[in-house]
């Protein structure tokens, strides 16, 4: 769309080629507190080398200029060993951080806001052409050595933890972990709407340690109900004592927020949006 007919319609003109890059690189001010100045991320951060090529390998894809765009993406890789197709639609503020082993297939597409760390894929999971790579909302944050698998959505302000593998969609406002990723956190907004930024990624629940806790009350509740029970039978029929059994033990298999609001089993009913 071009500034006379965005004017017309309303909506906001498309931001230029330097524009995007201008912003890219203001954006590492935000994320990165080891950023000091402009000069030092124009020059020794290869996750804003790789983000500034793939600007420009983008429009000369968008142009069909399909060689010469795979050229500067490929050279761009040699330089900052960060793989992203030049066919990838990557929104504005991209962050790669440390920017190393990152891979973005073709058809992926990533909103506005968006940090990844080193390590992560947006890959597919078909030969087949047309729509196979994830799509990213607004404002999420993707952890170290991540695999977002599939033409997936991520919705907004999605925060996937490190080494997970997400081959599902994902709503708004979640925090996934895991192989294969599930949600485990499902407060809403993750975001505060004068934040610019939640990188507080490593502040996720430990789904397995919760499931054991749960495990361990449910067995502690079995052996009181036990010793009630052969405490009973060992005494004399006129004196026998009904057991009770135990109260407020949680239950894994109650798959209600109620039971157990914080267990990685309870399952996600909401849609993505």
Not at 2 to 9: P, Q
Not at 45 to 70: D, E, T
Not at 244 to 264: I, K, R, S, Y
Request: charged share 20%; proline share 6%; hydrophobic share 45%.
């Amino acid at each position: 769309m071009n500034t006379k007919s965005a004017a017309m319609t309303g909506e906001s003109a498309e931001p230029g080629l330097f524009a995007l890059l201008r912003e890219d690189v203001r954006c590492v001010f935000g994320r990165d507190p080891a950023a000091r100045t402009a000069w030092e991320v124009l020059t020794t951060y290869p996750g804003v080398h790789a983000v500034m090529s793939h600007r420009i390998a983008h429009a000369l894809w968008r142009r069909g200029w399909r060689y010469p765009a795979r050229l500067v993406s490929f050279l761009a890789r040699v330089f900052t060993n960060v793989d992203i197709h030049p066919g990838a639609r990557i929104g504005r503020r991209f962050f790669i951080d440390h920017g190393a082993g990152v891979v973005v297939g073709e058809t992926a597409e990533i909103g506005d806001d968006v940090t990844l760390y080193h390590g992560v894929t947006l890959g597919g999971t078909t030969w087949n052409p047309g729509k196979r790579h994830p799509t990213l909302g607004d404002h999420v944050v993707v952890g170290a050595g991540a695999k977002i698998l599939g033409a997936i959505t991520i919705g907004p302000r999605v925060r996937v933890g490190a080494n997970s593998v997400v081959v599902k969609n994902v709503p708004a406002d979640r925090t996934v972990v895991g192989i294969p990723a599930r949600v485990v956190r499902r407060e809403a907004p993750i975001l505060a709407a004068t934040d610019e930024l939640n990188l507080d990624h490593h502040l996720l629940p430990d789904p397995v340690g919760h499931t054991l806790n749960c495990l361990v009350d449910r067995i502690k509740s079995l052996e009181s109900e036990l010793a009630g029970l052969r405490a009973a039978a060992s005494a004399p029929a006129a004196h026998a004592v009904v057991p009770l059994l135990a109260q407020g033990a949680v239950d894994c298999n109650a798959n209600t927020d109620g039971a157990c609001p914080t267990c990685a089993c309870q399952p996600e009913t909401a849609e993505v949006k």
